[in-house]
């Protein structure tokens, strides 16, 4: 019999509380299928049978004593969960910050507390400064967690910790999955008089209802404003690794039950914490190879085997520290040490770096073009609602034919209420939606009007104008050929000039989407933003920019800049290189580092690189590079 001290793990009879624990578990997949779109024709059965398994099992493991070898199966699924989940972050930090951030805007989480505390100047935006800190102290924080759970070390602080931890996630996915797009709210911010905001706002307040100044000084404003909240519509729990993986990630409504089942096995631990000590020799054995058989499971979906190398260097390294590190680390605290020092330095290499594993669809390897038209459509059921007035219940009818006349037709039993759309099933957008490089006609400078493609666009976007003259001023107002219409003009006032060949005012944009796409081999250096990148590599990139001129390879940079900072940009680095625009968003799903380097071959991905390890001309040619 299995024993933990004065406590048994087995309980009466192990056989009986291992089915008995099976059987709750699969009660409460049951219950969780059941409460599933899905799953909705039998919903009501699986949620019938997810209960009563669930109670059943629960009260006959009770008597047999088998709770605390359920906690140790709680434990596994847990710990491995907490491990994995945590490492998923780990790998791309600044991915988890920026969903962060959006959970620290006004109109995402802080509208909750506004809403239920009439708490109207509640405000999370201070933490988006912070979002990149706390996302890697959540990450290694999880990793530990897991990793204690599993070796049964610091189990009652570990227990309440966990427990403090779901809670408070539980709470988080359900308002996602709970966000109403169309409902308002009140918010009160007080702004800087000379802000941006300030200056867009107070202008704002005399024709809009939904924006009221409450008190100005010479300093400050204060502004009332009713807003609609910013709806969440990915929790991040598992970052993009979901959606390189399968191909979505977990809906808001997926993601809170998720945590329900994560919720139920905290609960089970916490009820347990006094009775589960240190393992020992054999329970280590035990709970690392069935934790790393769970974490295997995630490996296998999420595609990336790391996970399960991780987590068994750092459980050995744990269990190592505590046997060798005598009577200062010996310990739990030793343990905790050692796990804390190795997540560091891996969460360390990737925010100096790229993550280990992309998940992005800008991954090396990816083809960008087919990357742009993935998506599956999705399959809707248009339904009208129709209340009795009898009975006060509603009923739903797709079709306004013979076989519903008997409910459209009756006006004096039923009452329609509204139209609905229910999703069959619901669509996956295209994984890249946002990738479109160009620039506005106005901002080109030179180094751009030069460059062969878009020249080659100005050079085939030229039309005939009239030059119209104002006779008193002087003024010239070119008119196309097209809207040109002499008996139109007041020649007593304007006089009728020479035809012009000029650049059509139509073009107000260029995109080189598909120039970039198309090229056989294509140098693209991203920089979400030039004033705060580091350029400290600048002097390979003016080098491959140089090299790959000479061999007729085009070098283009992908920024949110202004022409008046590329302009400065190019007179303080000397990279002289056609730059165009992109949205900032999506140049953050493209790379992480800033700047960084990505090499095209005719839309796929063959290399990218973060700007530490910025390759040379020479080790380009040799390894990604092509040459006749």
């Not at 000379?194 to 502004?223: F, G, H, R, W, Y």
């Not at 992309?358 to 009208?384: A, I, Q």
Request: charged share 20%; aromatic share 12%.
């Amino acid at each position: 019999m299995l024993k933990n001290t004065n406590y048994s793990i087995s309980g009466k009879s192990l056989i009986l509380n291992i089915i008995l624990i099976t059987i709750n578990l699969i009660g409460l997949s049951f219950l969780v299928m059941g409460y599933h779109p899905a799953f909705e024709a039998n919903g009501l059965l699986f949620k019938i049978l997810g209960y009563v398994l669930m109670a059943s099992t629960l009260v006959a493991a009770f008597l047999l004593e088998g709770m605390l070898l359920f906690a140790y199966v709680a434990r596994v699924l847990v710990g491995g969960l907490f491990i994995v989940s945590g490492l998923i972050k780990a790998n791309d930090p600044k991915g988890f910050a920026y969903k962060l951030e959006e959970y620290f805007e006004d109109g995402a989480l802080a509208y909750r507390i506004k809403e239920w505390f009439n708490w109207e100047t509640f405000t999370l935006e201070y933490l988006i400064d912070h979002a990149l800190l706390l996302s890697v102290l959540i990450c290694i924080f999880e990793i530990v967690l897991g990793a204690l759970v599993l070796l049964g070390a610091k189990m009652k602080s570990s227990s309440w910790l966990m427990l403090v931890m779901m809670l408070f996630f539980t709470f988080l996915t359900w308002h996602t999955k709970e966000c109403d797009p169309h409902t308002t709210f009140t918010d009160v911010d007080t702004y800087a008089i000379n802000s941006t905001a300030a200056n867009a706002k107070i202008p704002q307040a005399v024709d809009n209802e939904n924006i009221t100044i409450l008190n100005q000084t010479a300093e400050t404003v204060t502004i009332k404003e009713v807003k609609k909240p910013q709806c969440v519509d990915d929790c991040g729990c598992f970052g993009d690794a979901m959606k390189g993986s399968i191909g979505r990630s977990l809906t808001p409504a997926e993601s809170f039950w998720k945590d329900i089942v994560l919720l139920y096995l905290v609960v089970i631990i916490f009820f347990s914490r006094r009775k589960i000590t240190i393992n020992n020799g054999r329970e280590n054995i035990i709970m690392i190879v069935f934790g790393l058989v769970f974490i295997s499971f995630f490996s296998y979906i999420f595609t990336w085997t790391f996970p399960v190398l991780f987590g068994l260097i750092s459980l050995l390294l744990a269990l190592w520290i505590r046997r060798t590190g005598g009577k200062i680390l010996g310990n739990d605290w030793g343990m905790i040490l050692i796990l804390t020092v190795i997540c560091s330095i891996f969460v360390t290499y990737v925010l100096m770096y790229l993550p280990m594993r992309d998940y992005r669809p800008y991954h090396v390897g990816s083809n960008l073009r087919e990357r742009m038209v993935d998506g599956v459509d999705g399959e809707y059921e248009n339904f009208m609602v129709y209340k009795n007035l009898k009975t006060q219940k509603d009923t739903m009818i797709t079709n306004l034919d013979e076989s519903t006349k008997s409910i459209w037709g009756d006006t004096d039993t039923w009452s329609f209420e509204k139209r609905e759309t229910k999703t069959i099933k619901a669509a996956i957008p295209h994984a890249i939606q946002q990738f479109d490089p160009s620039i506005p006609v106005e901002n080109l400078t030179s180094v751009e009007k030069e460059f062969e493609p878009i020249a080659a666009i100005l050079a085939n976007n030229q039309a005939q104008y009239i030059d119209v003259i104002d006779k008193e001023t002087g003024d010239r107002y070119p008119m196309s050929l097209a809207d040109f219409h002499l008996p139109d003009i007041d020649t007593a006032m304007y006089a009728i000039g020479d035809t012009l060949i000029r650049l059509d005012e139509s073009l107000t944009d260029i995109s080189l989407k598909e120039y970039i796409l198309s090229q056989e081999q294509v140098i693209l250096i991203f920089s979400r933003n030039l004033s705060n990148g580091n350029f400290s590599r600048i002097s390979r990139l003016k080098e491959i920019a140089e090299k790959a001129k000479e061999n007729n390879i085009a070098v283009i940079m992908i920024s949110t800049a202004s022409k008046e900072e590329i302009i400065a940009f190019r007179e303080k680095t000397g990279l002289n290189i056609p730059t165009v625009q992109n949205d900032e968003i999506e140049i953050k799903a493209i790379t992480r580092s800033n700047p960084s380097l990505m090499v095209l071959s005719n839309s796929v991905v063959m290399g990218k690189y973060p700007f530490r390890s910025t390759p040379s001309w020479e080790w380009l040619t040799e390894n990604i590079l092509k040459f006749d």
